[in-house]
C-alpha cells in the first residue's frame, strides 16, 4: 500500500530501527525494492531524484513506483529526493509523491527556512510529508574544524529550523557524503554531534550517503573489469550505532548502482551469446533485491511491516 514517509518514519524513531530510502531509476530497481519488502515483511521508500525523473519521465517513474506500491501488501512510499526548488515539488506533490525532500542545504539559515516553509505550507494540506536538510553533505577528511563546523549540521540552529519550518524529517549531515568515494582513510562519522541533535529533536532524522560499499560486490565489479580502485563506503556497524543515536532513514543509491553493473558485468562476461535484455537485467534485480534485503536486516526493518 502506499503511505508517507511519516507514517513509516514516526514508529521507526519511536521504536529504534529505520526505514531504508532507495534510489530508482528503472523497472528492475522498482522491481528489486519491492519484492525485497514484501518478503521481508519491511516497509520501504522509494526515491526518486530529479535526475531520475529527466532520465525516466516523470509520469513513467511516478506510476510505476505507485504501482509497485498499491498492489504490495507491505507499506511503501513515493519519496522525491533532493528536490531543489519549489517547482519540481509542486510537479511531484501533483504527480502523486506522497513525500518531498526540499534540499535547502547549500542556502543561508534563513533562506533554507523559508523554502523548506513554503514547501511544507504546500505539501502538509495534501498529506504529503517533508523533509528537509541542514548542513551540506560533503566529503570532511582532510578539513579543517572550522571547514567542519561550516558543513556539517550545527545541533545549535536544527531545533529551530524543524520548529520554525514544520517539516517532517530532518537530514543531518555528519560526515558521510554521496556516492562510492566516501573516506581515502578510516572512516569516521561524527556520532557526538548527531547524539546532540537527536537530543534536541524528537523527529526522524534521516542519513544519505549511507551505501556501505561492500567489497563483495566491489570484488566481483573488478574481477569482470570495473575500475573502482579506493572506493569506501560506511562500515556496517557505525550504521547501526547512527540508527541508535536517532536515524530514521537511511539512503541508499550507490549499493544499488554497484550491485546491479557488477552483475551486468559478471552476465556480460559469462555469457557472451547472451542478447535478451531479460536475462541480463534479471539478474540484475536479484543482485540488487539481496541488496535490499541486507539492508532491510541491517536497519532492523525486517518484520516490521
Ligand atoms: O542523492 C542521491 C544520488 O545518489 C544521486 O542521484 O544521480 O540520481 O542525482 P542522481
Ligand atoms: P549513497 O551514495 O551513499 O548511496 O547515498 C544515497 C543518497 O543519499 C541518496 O539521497
Ligand atoms: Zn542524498
Known amino acids: ?27 528492475e530497481t522498482v522491481l528489486a525494492v519491492a519484492e525485497a519488502a514484501t518478503e521481508e515483511k519491511s516497509p520501504a ?28 501488501s507491505v507499506p511503501m512510499s513515493l519519496h522525491l529526493d533532493h528536490g531543489e526548488d519549489f517547482e519540481t515539488v ?10 518531498v525532500m526540499i534540499d535547502g542545504s547549500h542556502l543561508k539559515f534563513e533562506e533554507n527556512i523559508a523554502l523548506t516553509k513554503k514547501v511544507v505550507d504546500l505539501a502538509h494540506p495534501k498529506g504529503v510529508s ?19 563546523e561550516a558543513i556539517l549540521t550545527d545541533p545549535n540552529s536544527a531545533k529551530e529550523f524543524v520548529t520554525r519550518t514544520g517539516a517532517d524529517a530532518l537530514a543531518v549531515a555528519v560526515g558521510t557524503s554521496h556516492g562510492a568515494y566516501k573516506f581515502k582513510g578510516e572512516a569516521k562519522l ?18 544519505h550517503g549511507a551505501s556501505s560499499v561492500p567489497a563483495w560486490i566491489i570484488e566481483k565489479a573488478a574481477k569482470y573489469g570495473a575500475e573502482l580502485g579506493g572506493a569506501r563506503g560506511i562500515p556496517e556497524d ?17 549499493d544499488l548502482r ?11 562476461a559469462n555469457q557472451p551469446k ?6 541480463i537485467l534479471g539478474p540484475a534485480k536479484e543482485a540488487m533485491k539481496e541488496v535490499v534485503k541486507g539492508k532491510m536486516r541491517l536497519f532492523g526493518s525486517s518484520g516490521k511491516a
Do not use: H, W
Not at 509542486?90 to 513525500?99: E, I, L, N, R, Y
Not at 547472451?274 to 536475462?279: G, H, I, S, V, Y
Open 90 to 99: 509542486s510537479k511531484c506533490v501533483a504527480a502523486g509523491f506522497t513525500s
Open 274 to 279: 547472451e542478447f535478451d535484455p531479460r536475462k
Open 1 to 27: 500500500m502506499l503511505v508517507t514517509n511519516k507514517d513509516l518514519l514516526v514508529p521507526a524513531r519511536r521504536k529504534g530501527y529505520a526505514v531504508g530510502a532507495f534510489n530508482v531509476n528503472n523497472l
Open 130 to 148: 517533508v523533509e528537509a536538510e541542514l548542513g551540506r553533505l560533503a566529503g570532511i577528511e582532510e578539513k579543517t574544524v572550522e571547514e567542519k
Open 45 to 72: 521508500i522509494i526515491a526518486v531524484t530529479p535526475s531520475a525523473i529527466k532520465y525516466a519521465g516523470l509520469p513513467y517513474v511516478s506510476k510505476i513506483v505507485k504501482t509497485a506500491a498499491e498492489s504490495s
Open 238 to 254: 557505525q550504521v547501526i550505532r547512527a540508527i541508535s543515536l536517532g536515524i530514521a532513514k537511511i539512503n541508499i543509491d550507490t
Open 190 to 207: 561524527d556520532f557526538e554531534r548527531l547524539k546532540t541533535i537527536s537530543g534536541e529533536i524528537d523527529l526522524p532524522l534521516v542519513l
Open 258 to 268: 554497484l550491485a546491479f553493473t557488477a552483475t551486468v558485468r559478471e552476465v556480460l
